[in-house]
């Protein structure tokens, strides 16, 4: 039987139908909003994954051999109980940690938040969202009040006339995205900023080539053109946001020269940018084609990733688009439920709706409908990049349940990372294939993959999507909203943990409701007639089924924005110089940036082991400039090496004029040898804790062999 469902990747969501009939069971491209029928290579080939030969079948314990071996659920679970039990005694209840993933489900994600702090009592839980949309979802947070990737529906960009996007490459990482670049490509509006030439890049009409991690001086330099020239929307700025005065102090000194000496981007280019922007924003005001600036990781993934969003922002609101018809800001979220994940109590200092732990009335609210007293849920934790550093040291935890994350490929310094996992008393890793850090676990539980299960996943736009079963699940394998109940009522939690995906949600929506990320009139039956539901959507929101027809919020801030006087910030942002380590400012040092190859998907469990995939994309590329690798006495196809202070790369040369002369790039999917984030390190931002995951300061040589 089909069954319409969505891809388990990114945040696009893209709707694709699943027939159980057929072996192997057939996938193929369902027409849903943001797709409009099409896939990615990824999605097309994601059935392969159900019936993979490495699945795993059953928990597995790494015995006094120190080998993993298979054993019963009963002792699988046993163990967890027994080994949280004896942890916690000796060290307090913060010495067991969670680490869960914006790959969950919304009712996994709630439930896995739920249990960290009623059935394990820790404070210690944060997730890999945090490496991802922390640092837009602190400075969306500053000014407007609300994190929603798109506030508005993506289809919005099927009329732009002028698109910037900054740091995003869309082309490779979300391919039916690039649908809704059309219109402002046929306008000659598309504007990238990526230091590289990306296959976005590529279609831009403009692409500008900033030093990595200075997009946020090109971003003052664009918005003091916009004041220098009186350029911004003077009205809009009055009637909506607060702080224009700071905001013109703050802009004062970024004139296009200085930020073309920082960024090399042509001062030039600067204003004739800053003027298309403003000239096409005041059409749209009159009604012509509609100017959005969107964010991706290459801006948000550096230790100035908040401030550089809050200068997007800042940009954006000057042109006066942000709660208008005429455009918008926006961030594009990256992992399937990268939206939902980061709105329902998996953040560390997060109670769920999109509430603070810290705020009484929010910890009163949850505790309500948690049946609990609100004193004896935790208080804030700590984030994803300090939890893993910690661990296992003074202070830090002991115990890690894992949730739908590598961190031995994905966080950053792999190697202090892999060093953190192995002093821990214990490690469980939940997943469904041996993952680089399920080999280093001491229990491995194997779950339900998405077309096993029932769920809710809320896309890049905020819209509630139901992911369906087709298959029934596969012998030894339990989903993990089985698994947490049954482990919250042996550890004799204070409250029930159901089992069942549909009283999940139906107990998130009461969790949420009256909160920023209200879900409370969202519920399957709605969702299984058709209905295209956004948050918020309080109870009693009238809900229609019709084709074509939103519920909820498709479209935020309209009429306000959500800080309680209703008007935006503007935040005037300063840059800071960058942390380098002094072992890392040697002559010939390169920047490192790091991304995504269209075939492979993070940290490439899944995708590495779909043969399609793998022969597209088998090893690390590192991609280098051909007068940088002529000066360095490599040729294409060569072996190299990348170096710094944290570690050290093996990949192999592909030369690309499309890169930067002093920067090089490298897909972070890659184990071992090849692991990107060998060479990030330890810097964070200060409002997100967001890693610096797109600049690291590397030597690059030649591989010589020695053998
Ligand atoms: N194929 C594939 N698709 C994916 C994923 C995947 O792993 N593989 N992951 C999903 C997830 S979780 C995410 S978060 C999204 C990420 O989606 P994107 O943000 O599109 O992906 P990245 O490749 O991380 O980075 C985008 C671009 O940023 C550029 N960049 C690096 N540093 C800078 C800089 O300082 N300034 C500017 N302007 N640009 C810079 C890089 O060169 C790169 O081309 O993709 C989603 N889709
Ligand atoms: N150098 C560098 N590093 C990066 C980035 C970068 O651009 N450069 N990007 C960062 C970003 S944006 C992200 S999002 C992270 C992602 O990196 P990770 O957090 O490592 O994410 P995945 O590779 O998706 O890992 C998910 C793991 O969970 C499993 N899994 C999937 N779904 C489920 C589920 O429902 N339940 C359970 N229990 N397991 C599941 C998969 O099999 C896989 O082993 O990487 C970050 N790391
Ligand atoms: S673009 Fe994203 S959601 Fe769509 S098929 Fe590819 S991985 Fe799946
Ligand atoms: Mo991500």
Request: aromatic share 6%; charged share 20%; net charge negative.
């Amino acid at each position: 039987m089909a069954v319409a469902t969505h891809c388990p990747y990114c945040a696009l969501q893209c709707g694709i139908t699943l027939d159980a009939g057929t072996t192997p069971v057939g996938l193929s491209g369902r027409n849903f909003e943001t797709n409009g029928g099409a896939l990615c290579r990824k999605g097309y080939s994601a059935a392969q994954l159900l019936e993979h030969p490495e699945r795993l079948h059953s928990p597995l314990e790494r015995g006094a051999d120190g080998v993993l071996h298979p054993v019963s659920w009963e002792r699988a679970l046993d163990l967890v109980v027994h080994q949280v039990r004896a942890v916690q005694q000796a060290h307090g209840k913060d010495a067991v940690a969670v680490f869960g993933s914006g790959s969950l489900t919304n009712e996994k994600a709630y439930q896995l938040g739920k249990f960290a702090r009623l059935a394990l009592g820790t404070s210690r839980i944060d997730y890999n969202g945090r490496f991802c949309m922390s640092s837009a979802a602190a400075a969306g947070n500053k000014a407007f009040g609300l994190d929603r990737g798109l506030p508005f529906p993506l289809a919005d960009l099927d009329r732009a006339g002028t698109i910037l996007l900054l740091g995003s490459n869309v082309a490779d990482t979300m391919p039916p995205f690039v649908r809704h670049l059309e219109s402002a490509r046929e306008n000659g509006g598309l504007i990238v900023s990526d230091p590289r030439r990306s296959a976005t890049a590529e279609l831009a009409d403009t692409h500008v080539q900033p030093a990595p991690g200075t997009d946020l001086q090109l971003l003052l330099g664009l918005a003091h053109v916009l004041l220098a020239e009186d350029l911004a929307d003077t009205e809009y700025l009055d009637a909506r946001t607060w702080g224009l005065e700071s905001l013109r102090i703050s802009l004062a000194s970024w004139w296009p020269e200085r930020v073309q000496s920082l960024t090399g981007v042509p001062a030039s280019v600067i204003r004739q940018t800053a003027r298309t922007l403003a000239s096409a924003a005041q059409a749209a005001r009159s009604g012509g084609k509609p100017v959005y600036i969107l964010t991706g990781r290459g801006v948000e993934q550096h230790a100035n990733g908040t401030a550089t969003v809050s200068a997007a922002i800042n940009l954006a609101l000057l042109l006066g688009l942000p709660g208008t018809l005429a455009g918008g800001f926006g961030t594009i979220t990256g992992q399937g439920n990268g939206q939902g994940g980061r709105e329902h109590g998996q953040k560390a200092d997060q109670l769920p709706g999109y509430r603070k732990i810290t705020d009484p009335a929010a910890r009163r609210h949850v505790a309500g409908v948690w049946g609990v007293d609100p004193d004896i849920i935790p208080g804030p934790g700590i984030p994803a990049a300090q939890l893993l550093a910690t661990l296992g040291e003074p202070g830090g935890a002991r115990m890690l349940l894992m949730h739908g994350s590598n961190p031995v490929i994905s966080s950053p310094n792999a190697n202090r990372t892999a060093a953190a996992l192995r002093r821990l008393d214990y490690l469980v890793v939940s997943d469904f294939f041996l993952s680089e850090t399920a080999a280093q676990a001491d229990l491995v539980l194997p779950v339900l993959q998405w077309a096993e299960e029932e769920g809710t996943m809320t896309n890049l736009e905020g819209r509630v999507l139901r992911r369906r079963a087709a298959l029934a699940p596969p012998p030894g394998v339990r989903s993990e909203l089985w698994l947490l109940a049954e482990l919250a009522a042996r550890l004799q939690a204070p409250t029930v943990f159901n089992a069942d995906p549909r009283e999940v949600f139906a107990e998130l929506g009461r969790a949420s409701a009256g909160g920023i990320a209200d879900y409370s009139g969202v519920d399957y039956t709605s969702l299984d007639a058709g209905a295209a539901v956004y948050w918020p959507c309080p109870a009693g929101t009238p809900i229609s089924t019709a084709p074509g027809e939103r519920s909820g919020t498709p479209r935020l801030f309209l009429e306000r924005f959500a800080h309680p006087d209703g008007r935006a910030r503007l935040e005037p942002v300063y840059p800071q110089p960058a942390a380098v380590d002094d072992a890392d400012l040697r002559p010939g040092t390169i920047s490192l940036v790091t991304g995504r190859l269209l075939e492979h998907y993070q940290s490439g469990t899944q995708t590495r082991r779909v043969a399609e995939l793998q022969q597209a994309a088998p090893a690390a590329l590192a991609q280098i400039h051909p007068d940088t690798a002529l000066a360095r006495g490599i040729s294409d196809g060569q072996e190299v090496v990348l170096e710094n202070s944290h570690g050290r790369v093996e990949a192999t040369a592909c030369l690309d004029a499309g890169i930067r002369l002093d920067t090089v790039f490298l897909p972070f999917h890659f184990p071992e040898t090849q692991n990107a984030n060998l060479l990030t390190g330890d810097a964070v931002d200060p409002d997100s804790s967001m890693p610096e995951f797109k600049h690291a300061p590397v030597l690059l040589s030649r591989l010589e062999r020695h053998e």
